[in-house]
């Protein structure tokens, strides 16, 4: 054996936590530190990047559509990765592919602050997004392994409440660090977070697969790898990541990205060609990732367009806001401060917001009134003259808009997980989180196209007047559903 298949082999070979710590009665709470870590690592990457949009304006010259690709190429990438790395994963082990996560994330992040070109920048994010597709894929898995039953539930909301954190400090975070340092240590501060991420994954993470006997027994029944041994359905991902990727590229044509027309619409028929074989693809496949079967059951449609509705509704304004607040004369660092209020007001009430509500309404209930607060927010931002506002007054509306969010999406999830039934719960929550991805997405390209075609001002109030309406059909799409 030579000496890279050596150090290979020794890489991919877990390592057992050190007596001292596996010994200690709460250790798992280490572990669950630790994927904390992560969650709040991605989520502070997603709330950051929307403030870095006007300098790279001015930095590379060019406009607002191009540079959305920033954050575009690291969602569509994402969702491209999730569900092959988590088969990955159940080779080679959670822990080695959550650790070499960190390191992927931070070395593409400190590339990315040297990046010369937005080409070079968006290149750099995607590969970012890699890092971020390995630590998303196993995060859950890893909580599930190392966590006793009876911890499950509070272990699980404390990882939510990290990546509520996250994406409550990014915007404010970046507003100052494009402010008084630069738009690159809006990449470089995530190295240090993944080099501990590293450091504590490979002390306090439990081994997940040994190299004598194949994968460690989870600590819950459905935590470990898939039983059935399906094949991979390789072509409905390619044809999901094709379509999505052809629909965004046309958004961006019409939001002023300079293509051909013709380009246009060769992507417009390439979306549609692509979606018909993707929907054929997955009515053959033998485990077709959009799973036809449940998509089809009963409350399951309706519940996976109201979390697509609600991810958008959350970046949209996460999008917008510096760009209108802008308008109104606020610095790039007042402007963070205010956008902050919505990912910190949804952050709050999806942890203790359920727990405020009357013990007798339904999860339908708390998800209309949920989304009926968001809408009531999104149009008191259309209502509210920017111009000379105060600070607390601009960012009212985003609390309400934030808390209905907050109530909304942990109530629509289980809705959508009581209408699966229990053995298909993994392809259940895999679809949830590729219907958010996908909602991030449009919650990124949307403003882009209302203030290209009508101007910051103008087309920014549209576009908030656009998303209290779909709120509005979040709460028509919110019904009663029986577990299956």
Known sequence: MNAASTLTAR???????????????????????????????????????????????????????????????????????????????????????????????????????????LG????????????????QANSVALVARGVPEHAMRRALGIQAAAQGLGLALGPSLGGLLVEHASWRWVFWINAPVALVGILAGWFLLPRTRRPDAGPVPPARRDAGPDPD?????????????GSTTALLLALSAASGLPLPGWAVAALLLATVLLGLGLVRQERRATRPILAPGLVNTPGVRPGLAVSLIGYLLLFCPLVLGPVLLAEAGLSTGQAGLVVTVLPA?????????????PRGWSDVTRCRFGASLAGAGLLGCVLLPVAGAPA???????????????????????????????????????????????????????PVLGVHLAGPVPGGRAVLLALAAVAGLAVALSRPVRRR
């Open 11 to 117: 890489l991919l070979t877990e390592r057992a936590r050190p007596h001292g710590i596996s010994g200690w009665r709460h250790a798992h709470w280490l572990a669950v530190g630790t994927v904390c870590l992560g969650a709040f690592l991605g989520q502070l990457t997603a709330g950051i990047t929307a403030l870095v949009y006007p300098a790279l304006q001015r930095h590379f010259g060019t406009g607002f559509a191009a540079v959305e690709w920033v954050a575009l190429a690291y969602l569509l990438v994402l969702v491209a990765l999730l569900a092959p790395v988590g088969r990955l994963s159940d080779l080679v082990g959670r822990k080695t592919v959550y650790i070499g996560g960190f390191a992927v994330f931070g070395l593409a992040s400190l590339a990315a602050g040297f990046a010369g070109s």
């Open 120 to 135: 070079a920048l968006v290149a750099c994010r995607a590969v970012q997004a890699v890092g971020g597709a390995m630590m």
């Open 229 to 241: 041994g399906g094949r991979f359905d390789l072509a409905g991902l390619l044809l999901l990541a």
């Open 345 to 357: 007001a949804f952050a709050v009430a999806a942890t203790v917001g359920g727990a405020l509500l």
């Open 392 to 446: 607390p007054a601009l960012a009212f509306p985003l609390l309400v808009a934030g808390g209905g969010l907050g109530l909304l999406l942990p109530a629509n999830n289980a809705l959508v997980m009581r209408a699966i039934p229990a053995e298909c719960s993994a392809v259940g929550g895999g679809m949830v989180n590729m219907a958010r991805s996908l909602g991030t997405a449009l919650g990124t390209a949307l």
